[in-house]
Protein backbone atom coordinates (compact mmCIF):
# COMPACT_ATOMS: atom_id res chain seq x y z
CA UNK A 1 0.00 0.00 0.00
CA UNK A 2 1.51 2.95 -0.82
CA UNK A 3 2.43 5.57 1.93
CA UNK A 4 -0.58 8.35 0.58
CA UNK A 5 -3.75 6.60 -0.48
CA UNK A 6 -5.67 7.78 -3.60
CA UNK A 7 -8.50 6.41 -4.40
CA UNK A 8 -8.83 5.28 -7.83
CA UNK A 9 -11.50 6.49 -10.05
CA UNK A 10 -14.90 4.91 -10.41
CA UNK A 11 -14.22 3.09 -6.98
CA UNK A 12 -16.92 4.24 -4.65
CA UNK A 13 -16.59 6.73 -1.82
CA UNK A 14 -15.96 5.63 1.50
CA UNK A 15 -17.49 7.09 4.58
CA UNK A 16 -18.16 10.20 2.44
CA UNK A 17 -19.71 11.60 5.86
CA UNK A 18 -19.11 13.07 9.41
CA UNK A 19 -19.54 11.11 12.82
CA UNK A 20 -21.97 14.02 13.38
CA UNK A 21 -24.06 13.67 10.55
CA UNK A 22 -24.34 10.34 11.19
CA UNK A 23 -25.46 10.66 14.72
CA UNK A 24 -27.96 13.17 12.96
CA UNK A 25 -29.38 10.99 10.80
CA UNK A 26 -29.77 8.54 13.62
CA UNK A 27 -31.90 10.74 15.70
CA UNK A 28 -34.17 11.46 12.83
CA UNK A 29 -34.57 8.00 12.43
CA UNK A 30 -35.38 6.90 16.45
CA UNK A 31 -37.37 10.24 16.42
CA UNK A 32 -39.85 8.43 13.43
CA UNK A 33 -39.04 11.57 11.79
CA UNK A 34 -37.72 10.41 8.81
CA UNK A 35 -38.09 6.97 7.44
CA UNK A 36 -34.69 4.59 6.65
CA UNK A 37 -34.88 5.76 2.60
CA UNK A 38 -35.53 9.49 3.01
CA UNK A 39 -32.94 9.83 5.95
CA UNK A 40 -30.37 8.02 2.66
CA UNK A 41 -31.15 10.58 0.77
CA UNK A 42 -31.17 13.35 2.77
CA UNK A 43 -28.39 12.68 4.70
CA UNK A 44 -26.26 11.05 1.71
CA UNK A 45 -25.51 7.70 3.78
CA UNK A 46 -25.82 4.57 2.40
CA UNK A 47 -29.20 2.48 3.60
CA UNK A 48 -27.18 -0.42 4.51
CA UNK A 49 -24.87 2.06 6.87
CA UNK A 50 -27.75 3.07 8.98
CA UNK A 51 -29.58 -0.44 9.43
CA UNK A 52 -25.90 -1.58 10.23
CA UNK A 53 -26.17 1.51 12.94
CA UNK A 54 -29.24 1.05 14.23
CA UNK A 55 -28.72 -2.73 14.90
CA UNK A 56 -25.29 -2.08 16.81
CA UNK A 57 -23.40 -3.82 13.44
CA UNK A 58 -19.99 -3.21 12.82
CA UNK A 59 -19.52 -0.49 15.70
CA UNK A 60 -15.70 -1.16 15.44
CA UNK A 61 -13.13 1.42 13.31
CA UNK A 62 -12.47 0.09 9.96
CA UNK A 63 -9.31 -1.20 8.06
CA UNK A 64 -6.66 -2.67 10.50
CA UNK A 65 -6.85 -2.78 13.97
CA UNK A 66 -3.84 -0.89 15.60
CA UNK A 67 -0.30 -2.82 17.35
CA UNK A 68 -1.16 -0.97 20.50
CA UNK A 69 -4.54 -0.43 22.87
CA UNK A 70 -5.91 2.94 23.13
CA UNK A 71 -4.69 2.91 26.65
CA UNK A 72 -0.67 1.65 25.90
CA UNK A 73 -0.86 4.68 22.95
CA UNK A 74 -2.30 7.13 25.96
CA UNK A 75 0.57 6.13 27.93
CA UNK A 76 3.16 7.20 25.30
CA UNK A 77 2.01 9.67 24.56
CA UNK A 78 2.16 11.05 27.87
CA UNK A 79 5.51 10.06 28.29
CA UNK A 80 6.27 12.33 25.44
CA UNK A 81 4.99 15.34 26.85
CA UNK A 82 6.54 14.69 30.05
CA UNK A 83 9.99 14.14 28.12
CA UNK A 84 9.71 17.12 26.42
CA UNK A 85 8.66 19.08 29.47
CA UNK A 86 11.54 18.33 31.82
CA UNK A 87 14.15 19.67 29.12
CA UNK A 88 14.41 16.08 27.09
CA UNK A 89 12.09 15.64 23.93
CA UNK A 90 11.83 13.34 21.77
CA UNK A 91 12.92 12.77 17.89
CA UNK A 92 11.33 9.75 16.04
CA UNK A 93 14.20 7.70 16.27
CA UNK A 94 13.90 7.65 20.71
CA UNK A 95 10.18 6.61 19.91
CA UNK A 96 10.74 4.17 17.87
CA UNK A 97 13.47 2.88 20.83
CA UNK A 98 11.10 3.34 23.43
CA UNK A 99 8.41 1.29 21.59
CA UNK A 100 10.75 -1.64 21.20
CA UNK A 101 11.52 -1.59 24.45
CA UNK A 102 8.50 -1.60 25.61
CA UNK A 103 7.23 -4.71 23.34
CA UNK A 104 10.54 -6.68 24.60
CA UNK A 105 9.44 -5.77 28.07
CA UNK A 106 6.13 -7.27 27.49
CA UNK A 107 7.40 -10.08 25.44
CA UNK A 108 5.25 -9.47 22.74
CA UNK A 109 6.48 -9.62 18.96
CA UNK A 110 4.93 -7.44 16.21
CA UNK A 111 5.16 -9.07 12.79
CA UNK A 112 5.21 -5.91 11.11
CA UNK A 113 7.86 -4.44 13.14
CA UNK A 114 11.09 -5.00 11.65
CA UNK A 115 12.86 -6.56 14.65
CA UNK A 116 10.04 -4.91 16.66
CA UNK A 117 10.81 -1.28 15.79
CA UNK A 118 8.18 0.57 14.45
CA UNK A 119 8.40 1.82 10.95
CA UNK A 120 8.28 5.82 9.82
CA UNK A 121 4.68 4.99 8.58
CA UNK A 122 3.76 4.05 12.02
CA UNK A 123 5.12 6.99 13.27
CA UNK A 124 2.67 9.27 11.10
CA UNK A 125 -0.31 7.18 11.84
CA UNK A 126 0.40 7.50 15.22
CA UNK A 127 0.86 11.23 14.67
CA UNK A 128 -2.42 11.73 13.08
CA UNK A 129 -4.34 9.71 15.83
CA UNK A 130 -3.14 11.91 18.89
CA UNK A 131 -3.64 15.56 17.25
CA UNK A 132 -2.30 16.96 20.48
CA UNK A 133 1.34 15.93 19.38
CA UNK A 134 3.11 17.57 16.88
CA UNK A 135 6.95 18.07 15.16
CA UNK A 136 9.05 21.18 16.25
CA UNK A 137 12.74 22.39 16.00
CA UNK A 138 13.64 22.57 19.74
CA UNK A 139 15.94 25.22 21.08
CA UNK A 140 18.85 24.11 23.17
CA UNK A 141 19.85 25.70 26.66
CA UNK A 142 22.41 25.37 29.02
CA UNK A 143 22.33 23.18 31.96
CA UNK A 144 22.46 26.65 33.90
CA UNK A 145 19.28 27.84 32.63
CA UNK A 146 17.85 24.22 32.92
CA UNK A 147 18.73 24.76 36.62
CA UNK A 148 15.98 27.11 37.77
CA UNK A 149 13.31 26.36 40.19
CA UNK A 150 10.07 26.84 40.77
CA UNK A 151 11.42 28.45 44.28
CA UNK A 152 13.63 30.85 42.79
CA UNK A 153 10.67 32.08 40.58
CA UNK A 154 8.78 32.46 43.50
CA UNK A 155 10.97 34.43 45.87
CA UNK A 156 11.79 36.13 42.64
CA UNK A 157 8.35 37.37 42.41
CA UNK A 158 7.66 37.95 46.06
CA UNK A 159 10.58 40.74 45.65
CA UNK A 160 9.70 42.03 43.06
CA UNK A 161 5.64 42.23 43.90
CA UNK A 162 6.73 44.52 46.41
CA UNK A 163 9.32 46.84 44.35
CA UNK A 164 6.30 47.15 42.09
CA UNK A 165 3.57 48.54 44.56
CA UNK A 166 1.99 51.71 43.35
CA UNK A 167 4.07 52.00 39.95
CA UNK A 168 1.78 52.05 36.61
CA UNK A 169 3.26 50.30 33.81
CA UNK A 170 4.11 53.58 31.87
CA UNK A 171 7.08 53.51 34.50
CA UNK A 172 8.37 49.66 34.04
CA UNK A 173 10.94 48.85 31.51
CA UNK A 174 13.45 46.56 30.52
CA UNK A 175 16.47 47.28 27.98
CA UNK A 176 18.75 44.25 26.86
CA UNK A 177 21.04 43.87 23.87
CA UNK A 178 21.17 42.31 20.90
CA UNK A 179 23.37 41.84 17.93
CA UNK A 180 21.82 42.07 14.16
CA UNK A 181 24.23 40.27 11.32
CA UNK A 182 24.87 40.55 7.98
CA UNK A 183 23.43 37.44 7.34
CA UNK A 184 19.44 37.09 6.22
CA UNK A 185 19.50 32.86 6.82
CA UNK A 186 18.34 29.99 4.68
CA UNK A 187 15.19 29.90 2.90
CA UNK A 188 13.21 27.18 0.90
CA UNK A 189 13.45 27.68 -2.79
CA UNK A 190 12.31 25.43 -5.77
CA UNK A 191 14.71 22.85 -7.71
CA UNK A 192 14.76 20.17 -9.46
CA UNK A 193 13.84 16.92 -7.81
CA UNK A 194 16.94 14.87 -6.59
CA UNK A 195 19.20 17.83 -6.53
CA UNK A 196 21.64 17.52 -3.52
CA UNK A 197 23.84 20.53 -3.20
CA UNK A 198 21.90 23.53 -3.76
CA UNK A 199 23.54 26.76 -3.56
CA UNK A 200 21.94 30.79 -3.25
CA UNK A 201 24.70 32.90 -4.63
CA UNK A 202 24.72 35.65 -1.35
CA UNK A 203 27.07 37.16 -0.32
CA UNK A 204 27.11 37.09 3.88
CA UNK A 205 29.64 38.00 6.51
CA UNK A 206 29.91 37.21 10.26
CA UNK A 207 30.02 40.88 11.16
CA UNK A 208 27.41 42.17 13.46
CA UNK A 209 26.31 45.87 15.11
CA UNK A 210 24.83 45.81 18.95
CA UNK A 211 21.64 47.70 19.53
CA UNK A 212 20.28 47.83 22.81
CA UNK A 213 16.66 47.72 23.03
CA UNK A 214 14.37 48.95 25.99
CA UNK A 215 10.80 49.05 26.27
CA UNK A 216 8.17 49.96 29.04
CA UNK A 217 4.95 47.99 30.26
CA UNK A 218 2.45 49.85 28.20
CA UNK A 219 4.00 49.01 25.18
CA UNK A 220 6.32 52.36 24.26
CA UNK A 221 9.69 51.56 22.36
CA UNK A 222 12.67 54.29 23.37
CA UNK A 223 14.84 55.10 21.06
CA UNK A 224 17.66 53.05 20.20
CA UNK A 225 21.02 52.87 20.54
CA UNK A 226 23.86 51.48 18.09
CA UNK A 227 27.58 50.42 18.93
CA UNK A 228 29.51 49.81 16.46
CA UNK A 229 32.60 48.49 16.05
CA UNK A 230 35.30 50.56 15.40
CA UNK A 231 38.02 53.38 16.90
CA UNK A 232 35.99 56.37 15.09
CA UNK A 233 32.67 57.02 14.24
CA UNK A 234 31.48 58.67 10.97
CA UNK A 235 28.68 61.24 9.93
CA UNK A 236 27.49 59.16 7.06
CA UNK A 237 27.03 56.23 9.49
CA UNK A 238 24.75 57.92 11.13
CA UNK A 239 22.61 59.38 8.70
CA UNK A 240 18.84 58.11 7.50
CA UNK A 241 18.47 56.14 10.39
CA UNK A 242 14.93 55.94 12.48
CA UNK A 243 14.12 59.35 14.47
CA UNK A 244 16.24 59.49 18.47
CA UNK A 245 18.30 57.19 17.50
CA UNK A 246 21.89 57.25 18.97
CA UNK A 247 25.34 56.32 18.09
CA UNK A 248 28.18 55.27 19.63
CA UNK A 249 31.36 53.14 19.03
CA UNK A 250 33.72 50.63 20.79
CA UNK A 251 37.09 48.74 19.52
CA UNK A 252 35.35 45.48 20.40
CA UNK A 253 31.70 45.91 19.59
CA UNK A 254 30.30 44.64 22.65
CA UNK A 255 28.89 47.12 25.28
CA UNK A 256 30.84 47.71 28.15
CA UNK A 257 30.52 50.07 31.08
CA UNK A 258 31.21 53.70 28.87
CA UNK A 259 29.08 52.39 26.27
CA UNK A 260 26.49 51.75 28.92
CA UNK A 261 26.89 54.56 30.78
CA UNK A 262 26.12 56.78 27.24
CA UNK A 263 23.15 54.80 26.80
CA UNK A 264 21.57 55.28 30.31
CA UNK A 265 22.67 59.39 29.96
CA UNK A 266 21.34 59.68 26.44
CA UNK A 267 18.50 57.54 26.47
CA UNK A 268 17.10 56.12 29.67
CA UNK A 269 17.29 58.85 31.71
CA UNK A 270 15.24 62.05 29.56
CA UNK A 271 12.70 59.30 29.40
CA UNK A 272 12.14 58.86 33.24
CA UNK A 273 12.67 62.58 33.64
CA UNK A 274 9.19 63.00 32.41
CA UNK A 275 7.78 60.48 34.42
CA UNK A 276 6.83 61.29 38.29
CA UNK A 277 6.95 59.25 40.99
CA UNK A 278 9.51 55.99 40.99
CA UNK A 279 10.83 54.23 38.23
CA UNK A 280 11.28 50.24 37.81
CA UNK A 281 14.14 49.39 35.56
CA UNK A 282 14.39 45.29 34.94
CA UNK A 283 17.36 43.96 33.70
CA UNK A 284 20.15 40.54 33.91
CA UNK A 285 22.62 40.95 36.36
CA UNK A 286 25.35 41.73 34.23
CA UNK A 287 28.70 43.42 36.35
CA UNK A 288 28.80 46.39 33.89
CA UNK A 289 25.27 47.50 34.52
CA UNK A 290 25.93 48.83 37.60
CA UNK A 291 28.91 51.03 37.85
CA UNK A 292 29.18 53.44 40.43
CA UNK A 293 28.07 56.90 38.00
CA UNK A 294 25.25 54.69 37.29
CA UNK A 295 23.66 54.06 40.56
CA UNK A 296 24.55 57.74 41.02
CA UNK A 297 22.07 58.80 38.48
CA UNK A 298 19.71 56.42 38.73
CA UNK A 299 19.48 57.28 42.58
CA UNK A 300 19.40 61.12 41.75
CA UNK A 301 16.39 60.26 38.79
CA UNK A 302 14.23 57.96 41.24
CA UNK A 303 14.90 54.84 39.12
CA UNK A 304 15.28 51.53 40.75
CA UNK A 305 16.98 48.74 39.14
CA UNK A 306 15.60 44.94 39.67
CA UNK A 307 17.66 41.74 38.48
CA UNK A 308 16.37 38.91 36.85
CA UNK A 309 17.78 35.40 38.33
CA UNK A 310 20.42 34.28 37.12
CA UNK A 311 20.22 31.45 33.89
CA UNK A 312 16.59 32.65 34.27
CA UNK A 313 16.22 35.63 31.15
CA UNK A 314 14.54 33.38 28.15
CA UNK A 315 11.84 33.45 30.44
CA UNK A 316 11.64 36.14 32.62
CA UNK A 317 12.77 38.73 30.17
CA UNK A 318 10.24 40.58 28.47
CA UNK A 319 12.32 41.20 25.07
CA UNK A 320 13.57 37.96 25.16
CA UNK A 321 10.19 35.96 25.40
CA UNK A 322 7.94 38.13 22.86
CA UNK A 323 10.18 40.83 21.44
CA UNK A 324 13.33 39.82 19.89
CA UNK A 325 12.22 37.22 17.89
CA UNK A 326 9.78 39.11 15.75
CA UNK A 327 12.30 41.61 15.29
CA UNK A 328 15.56 38.92 13.85
CA UNK A 329 12.80 37.92 11.67
CA UNK A 330 11.53 40.87 10.14
CA UNK A 331 15.74 41.64 10.27
CA UNK A 332 16.32 38.49 8.13
CA UNK A 333 13.41 39.78 5.45
CA UNK A 334 14.49 42.65 4.83
CA UNK A 335 18.44 42.15 4.40
CA UNK A 336 17.45 39.53 1.84
CA UNK A 337 15.13 41.97 0.05
CA UNK A 338 18.03 44.55 0.77
CA UNK A 339 20.48 42.29 -0.85
CA UNK A 340 18.62 40.72 -4.06
CA UNK A 341 17.94 44.50 -5.14
CA UNK A 342 21.40 45.73 -4.26
CA UNK A 343 23.83 43.06 -6.01
CA UNK A 344 23.94 40.74 -3.07
CA UNK A 345 26.24 43.39 -1.86
CA UNK A 346 27.85 43.19 2.50
CA UNK A 347 26.19 45.52 5.00
CA UNK A 348 28.46 48.31 5.44
CA UNK A 349 28.03 51.04 8.51
CA UNK A 350 26.64 53.99 6.03
CA UNK A 351 23.81 51.17 5.22
CA UNK A 352 22.96 50.17 8.42
CA UNK A 353 20.53 53.67 9.57
CA UNK A 354 18.67 52.83 6.67
CA UNK A 355 18.28 49.64 7.35
CA UNK A 356 17.20 49.91 11.16
CA UNK A 357 14.64 52.86 9.93
CA UNK A 358 12.91 50.23 7.70
CA UNK A 359 13.15 47.60 10.40
CA UNK A 360 11.46 50.01 12.92
CA UNK A 361 8.56 50.45 10.05
CA UNK A 362 7.87 46.63 9.69
CA UNK A 363 7.93 46.16 13.37
CA UNK A 364 5.87 49.33 14.39
CA UNK A 365 2.13 47.69 13.82
CA UNK A 366 2.73 44.72 16.21
CA UNK A 367 5.46 46.51 18.78
CA UNK A 368 3.17 47.39 21.25
CA UNK A 369 1.45 44.28 21.63
CA UNK A 370 4.13 42.73 22.09
CA UNK A 371 5.94 44.23 24.55
CA UNK A 372 2.68 44.68 26.69
CA UNK A 373 2.58 40.20 26.21
CA UNK A 374 5.78 39.69 27.16
CA UNK A 375 5.77 41.88 30.69
CA UNK A 376 2.13 39.98 30.75
CA UNK A 377 3.99 36.75 29.74
CA UNK A 378 7.05 37.14 32.07
CA UNK A 379 4.74 37.47 35.09
CA UNK A 380 5.86 41.50 35.72
CA UNK A 381 2.63 43.09 34.83
CA UNK A 382 0.54 42.43 36.12
CA UNK A 383 2.58 40.16 38.53
CA UNK A 384 1.49 36.93 39.17
CA UNK A 385 3.79 34.01 39.55
CA UNK A 386 2.28 31.34 38.24
CA UNK A 387 2.59 31.99 34.30
CA UNK A 388 6.21 31.54 35.06
CA UNK A 389 5.68 28.53 36.92
CA UNK A 390 3.63 26.76 34.10
CA UNK A 391 7.47 26.68 32.05
CA UNK A 392 8.82 24.51 34.75
CA UNK A 393 8.29 21.14 34.94
CA UNK A 394 6.61 18.90 37.73
CA UNK A 395 4.33 16.43 38.92
CA UNK A 396 0.29 16.75 38.13
CA UNK A 397 -2.21 16.12 40.20
CA UNK A 398 -3.86 13.40 37.73
CA UNK A 399 -3.38 9.71 38.65
CA UNK A 400 -0.34 8.32 36.85
CA UNK A 401 0.10 4.50 36.10
CA UNK A 402 3.23 3.20 36.88
CA UNK A 403 4.92 3.00 33.87
CA UNK A 404 4.28 7.01 33.70
CA UNK A 405 5.45 7.39 37.37
CA UNK A 406 8.58 5.62 36.78
CA UNK A 407 9.31 7.75 33.76
CA UNK A 408 8.60 11.13 35.50
CA UNK A 409 11.26 9.61 38.37
CA UNK A 410 13.77 8.83 35.76
CA UNK A 411 13.33 11.93 34.33
CA UNK A 412 13.67 13.98 37.32
CA UNK A 413 17.10 12.14 38.46
CA UNK A 414 18.49 12.94 34.96
CA UNK A 415 17.40 16.53 35.26
CA UNK A 416 18.69 16.86 38.65
CA UNK A 417 21.91 15.07 37.77
CA UNK A 418 22.45 17.78 34.50
CA UNK A 419 21.63 21.26 36.86
CA UNK A 420 22.98 20.37 39.64
CA UNK A 421 25.23 23.37 40.39
CA UNK A 422 28.73 23.61 41.27
CA UNK A 423 29.96 25.02 45.22
CA UNK A 424 30.35 28.90 44.86
CA UNK A 425 29.14 31.72 43.20
CA UNK A 426 29.81 33.98 39.96
CA UNK A 427 33.10 36.36 40.88
CA UNK A 428 30.86 39.15 38.56
CA UNK A 429 27.63 38.77 39.43
CA UNK A 430 26.29 41.84 42.22
CA UNK A 431 25.55 39.52 45.69
CA UNK A 432 21.39 41.25 45.24
CA UNK A 433 18.41 38.76 45.31
CA UNK A 434 16.27 38.86 42.35
CA UNK A 435 13.43 40.89 42.12
CA UNK A 436 14.83 43.19 45.04
CA UNK A 437 16.26 47.23 43.98
CA UNK A 438 20.37 47.54 43.75
CA UNK A 439 22.29 51.13 45.71
CA UNK A 440 25.04 51.72 45.60
CA UNK A 441 26.33 50.71 49.12
CA UNK A 442 25.43 47.44 47.59
CA UNK A 443 28.11 47.79 44.85
CA UNK A 444 30.42 48.98 47.71
CA UNK A 445 29.84 46.12 49.60
CA UNK A 446 30.97 43.38 47.22
CA UNK A 447 34.16 41.82 48.12
CA UNK A 448 37.24 42.01 45.93
CA UNK A 449 37.75 38.87 43.94
CA UNK A 450 40.78 40.02 42.01
CA UNK A 451 44.48 40.67 43.65
CA UNK A 452 46.73 40.82 40.07
CA UNK A 453 45.83 42.06 36.86
CA UNK A 454 45.54 39.35 34.63
CA UNK A 455 45.01 39.51 30.50
CA UNK A 456 41.09 37.81 30.76
CA UNK A 457 39.79 40.97 33.01
CA UNK A 458 40.47 43.13 29.78
CA UNK A 459 37.74 41.24 27.93
CA UNK A 460 35.12 44.19 28.03
CA UNK A 461 32.16 42.36 28.24
CA UNK A 462 31.28 38.50 28.42
CA UNK A 463 27.69 37.38 29.27
CA UNK A 464 28.75 34.03 31.53
CA UNK A 465 25.82 32.50 32.24
CA UNK A 466 27.67 28.89 32.98
CA UNK A 467 28.31 28.58 36.44
CA UNK A 468 32.03 28.98 37.56
CA UNK A 469 34.18 27.59 40.18
CA UNK A 470 34.45 29.89 43.61
CA UNK A 471 38.50 30.96 43.53
CA UNK A 472 39.60 27.95 46.31
CA UNK A 473 38.62 25.63 44.27
CA UNK A 474 39.84 27.00 40.67
CA UNK A 475 42.91 27.68 42.44
CA UNK A 476 43.32 23.86 44.19
CA UNK A 477 42.80 22.57 40.93
CA UNK A 478 45.35 24.38 38.72
CA UNK A 479 47.84 23.39 41.45
CA UNK A 480 47.05 20.07 40.99
CA UNK A 481 47.49 20.39 37.52
CA UNK A 482 50.46 21.52 37.65
CA UNK A 483 52.03 19.06 39.85
CA UNK A 484 50.91 15.99 38.06
CA UNK A 485 52.62 18.07 35.24
CA UNK A 486 55.76 18.68 36.95
CA UNK A 487 56.41 14.82 38.01
CA UNK A 488 55.83 13.99 33.91
CA UNK A 489 58.21 16.09 32.46
CA UNK A 490 61.50 15.56 31.51
CA UNK A 491 62.53 18.09 29.82
CA UNK A 492 64.81 20.81 32.15
CA UNK A 493 63.68 23.97 32.11
CA UNK A 494 66.29 26.88 30.73
CA UNK A 495 66.30 30.76 31.48
CA UNK A 496 67.41 33.04 28.25
CA UNK A 497 68.06 36.08 29.68
CA UNK A 498 66.40 39.12 27.57
CA UNK A 499 64.40 39.26 24.15
CA UNK A 500 64.75 38.84 21.13
CA UNK A 501 64.53 41.65 18.73
CA UNK A 502 60.71 42.11 17.40
CA UNK A 503 59.54 40.33 14.21
CA UNK A 504 57.08 42.62 12.22
CA UNK A 505 55.42 39.71 10.72
CA UNK A 506 51.58 38.32 11.33
CA UNK A 507 51.99 34.92 13.24
CA UNK A 508 54.82 36.03 14.87
CA UNK A 509 55.31 35.49 18.65
CA UNK A 510 56.30 38.90 20.67
CA UNK A 511 56.01 39.89 23.99
CA UNK A 512 53.52 42.70 25.21
CA UNK A 513 53.36 44.62 28.64
CA UNK A 514 50.49 45.68 29.72
CA UNK A 515 49.67 47.63 33.84
CA UNK A 516 53.58 46.96 34.35
CA UNK A 517 53.01 42.88 33.53
CA UNK A 518 54.11 40.96 30.73
CA UNK A 519 52.36 38.69 28.80
CA UNK A 520 53.04 36.56 25.26
CA UNK A 521 51.49 36.53 22.47
CA UNK A 522 51.27 36.66 18.44
CA UNK A 523 50.51 39.04 15.83
CA UNK A 524 47.34 38.89 13.91
CA UNK A 525 47.35 41.80 12.08
CA UNK A 526 49.66 44.85 11.66
CA UNK A 527 49.95 48.31 10.84
CA UNK A 528 52.40 51.10 11.12
CA UNK A 529 51.45 52.31 14.48
CA UNK A 530 49.96 49.65 16.04
CA UNK A 531 49.27 45.54 16.00
CA UNK A 532 46.74 43.60 16.77
CA UNK A 533 47.73 40.48 19.36
CA UNK A 534 46.24 37.74 20.91
CA UNK A 535 47.85 37.21 23.95
CA UNK A 536 47.80 34.18 26.71
CA UNK A 537 47.62 34.34 30.15
CA UNK A 538 49.11 33.37 33.32
CA UNK A 539 48.53 29.60 35.04
CA UNK A 540 50.44 29.28 37.71
CA UNK A 541 53.93 28.82 36.50
CA UNK A 542 52.98 28.63 33.03
CA UNK A 543 50.69 30.16 30.37
CA UNK A 544 47.71 28.69 28.17
CA UNK A 545 45.69 30.22 25.36
CA UNK A 546 42.34 31.39 27.18
CA UNK A 547 38.92 29.61 25.94
CA UNK A 548 37.75 33.30 25.04
CA UNK A 549 40.46 35.16 22.82
CA UNK A 550 42.10 38.06 24.20
CA UNK A 551 42.71 40.08 21.42
CA UNK A 552 43.56 43.51 21.73
CA UNK A 553 45.46 46.57 19.59
CA UNK A 554 48.71 47.50 21.19
CA UNK A 555 51.00 50.07 20.15
CA UNK A 556 54.36 49.61 18.94
CA UNK A 557 56.02 50.70 22.03
CA UNK A 558 54.17 48.34 24.59
CA UNK A 559 55.93 45.21 22.11
CA UNK A 560 58.88 44.84 24.18
CA UNK A 561 60.43 42.09 22.23
CA UNK A 562 60.33 38.54 19.74
CA UNK A 563 60.00 35.31 21.97
CA UNK A 564 60.16 31.65 20.19
CA UNK A 565 56.93 29.56 19.68
CA UNK A 566 55.65 28.76 23.45
CA UNK A 567 56.16 24.95 23.93
CA UNK A 568 53.77 23.19 24.66
CA UNK A 569 54.31 20.60 27.85
CA UNK A 570 51.35 18.60 27.91
CA UNK A 571 49.40 16.46 25.02
CA UNK A 572 46.36 16.70 26.67
CA UNK A 573 45.86 20.09 28.55
CA UNK A 574 46.42 23.72 26.81
CA UNK A 575 49.22 24.29 28.93
CA UNK A 576 52.38 26.08 27.27
CA UNK A 577 56.37 27.02 28.62
CA UNK A 578 57.67 30.42 27.72
CA UNK A 579 61.40 30.33 28.29
CA UNK A 580 61.58 33.77 27.79
CA UNK A 581 59.37 34.83 31.09
CA UNK A 582 60.69 32.04 32.80
CA UNK A 583 63.71 34.22 34.88
CA UNK A 584 60.68 36.87 35.60
CA UNK A 585 57.75 34.69 36.71
Request: charged residues 30%.
Amino acid sequence: MPRRYTRKLGSREYKNYTEETLSRCLAAIRNKELSHRKASLEFGIPRRTILNKLKGYHVLNPGVPPIFTEHEENIFVNCIIKASDYGFPMGEFDLKMVVKHYLEQIGRVVKKFKSNVPGHDWILNFLKRHPQLTKRFADNIKKSRAGITKNDLRQYISFLSKELEGVPPTHIFNFDETNLVDDPGKKKVFARRGTKYLEHIRTTSKAGTSIMFCGSASGKLLPLFVLYKSRHIWSTWTEGGPPGTRYSNSTSGWFDSASFLEWFESILIPETRRLDGKKIVICDNVAFHFSPKVLELSETNNITFVCLPPNSTHITQPLDVAVFRSVKGSWRKLLGEWKENNGNNLVTKEIMPTLLGRLLIEINPTITNNLKSGFQACGIFPCDVEVLLKKIPGQDDDVQSTIESSFVTCLEKKRAEWTEKKPGGKRKKINVPPGKSITTADLNSEPSTSTAAHPEDRIIYQDESEDEEDWETYRQRCLAEDKEIEEVMTVQETSIPGFKPIVKSISSYCIVTYENEFYPGVILELSDDTAKIKSMKKSNSYWKWPEVPDVLEYEWKDVVGGIDEPIKISKTRNIYRVPELSNIY
